[in-house]
C-alpha cells in the first residue's frame, strides 16, 4: 500500500460522491485519474485490504433480527462447540475471547422467531447456557478509520 | 420531472447494489443499464435511499487484520443505568472506539450493559489507550473488563449476515 491507497482508502470511507462522473470527482480531489483510481480500488479488494465497496446498508432496515451471544465452554469442548455453531448457517462471526464466557458470536437470522428457534437450538446442541445480548441502544461512532 | 424506478428496477437496483457498487468509471449508468432505466432514475433513487437512512454512504469495508489492527478488542463496563447515555455518547465519540452500543445485563451471569469495540495494531497499545480514555472520562472505577479476540472461528454465514466489519454493529 503506497500513499494514493491510503489517501483513496480514507476518501471513500466519507463516501463516493451520488454525482454522475463520482471518479473524476474524486480523482480531481486526490490529483489522479479515475482509471488509476479504480485499479487501485480492483487491487485492493483483490487482496483484501477491503472487503466490501457499495453502499453501506443499515441491515436491520433491510429485514432480519440480529443478536449478540455468549457461551462459555469448556476448555476441552472448545473446538467440537466451535465447529457445531460454525454449520450453522445463522451463525455470522464466532470469536474466542479471553473471559470465561469464552465463544462470542453473531447470529442474524430472517425473523425474531428465528433467532429465538436458534437460541434455542445452540442451548439443545451444546448443553451450554447461552448468553443472549441483543442490542438496545447504539451510540453513534465516527465510522471514519484513518489508514 | 424524472420518473420514479417501477417496483422491478426497485428490487433489481436493491439486489445489484447488495453486491456492491460497478466499478467503473460512470458506475450509476452501468446500474441504469443493468436494470432497464436512466441514470438519473437511478441516482434518484440512491440519493432518496440514502435520505431515507437505508444506507449511510456509498462506502467501503476495512480488512482491520489485513491492515495490521489486529488487537481487536471488546471493552464492556456496568454503567448505572441513570448514566449510560451520558457514558455511551461520550465513549462512542472518543477516538479509537469504533462501536458503541447498550446491552441487557444477565444476571448473575453477566454484569456489564456496555459494549465497545476497539482496534488497534498491538495489545499493550490497546490496553494503554484504554486506561487512558476511562481516566480521562473519570470511569475506570465503573467495573469494566477488556476481552482481546483471540482465534476467529467464523466470518460470515448465511443470507442475512452483513460483512465483516459490520456485523458488530447489528449483533
Known sequence: MDELDRQLINRLQRGLPLVRHPWQAVAAELRS???ELLDRLHL???DGVLTRFGPMFDIERLGGA???AALAVPESRFEQVAAQLNELPQVAHNYRREHPWNMWFVLACATCADLDQTLAHIHTITGLEVLNLPKEQTYHVGL???V | ???PLNHEQLLDLRQCLERGLPRVSRPYEDLAEQIGAHHLQVLKQMQQWQEQGLFRRVGLVLNHRALGYVANAMLVL?????LIDEVGQRLARAPGITLCYQRPRRLPHWRYNLFCMVHGRERAAVQA?????LDQHLLADLPHHLLFSTRMFKQCGGRFAP???QVWAHG
Open chain 1, 33 to 35: 485519474t479515475p482509471d
Open chain 1, 44 to 46: 485492493l479488494l483483490e
Open chain 1, 66 to 68: 440480529f443478536t449478540l
Open chain 1, 144 to 146: 471514519y478509520f484513518p
Open chain 2, 1 to 3: 420531472m424524472i420518473a
Open chain 2, 78 to 82: 456496568d454503567v448505572p443505568d441513570a
Open chain 2, 129 to 133: 489507550q484504554i486506561q487512558a480514555l
Open chain 2, 163 to 165: 460483512p465483516p466489519s
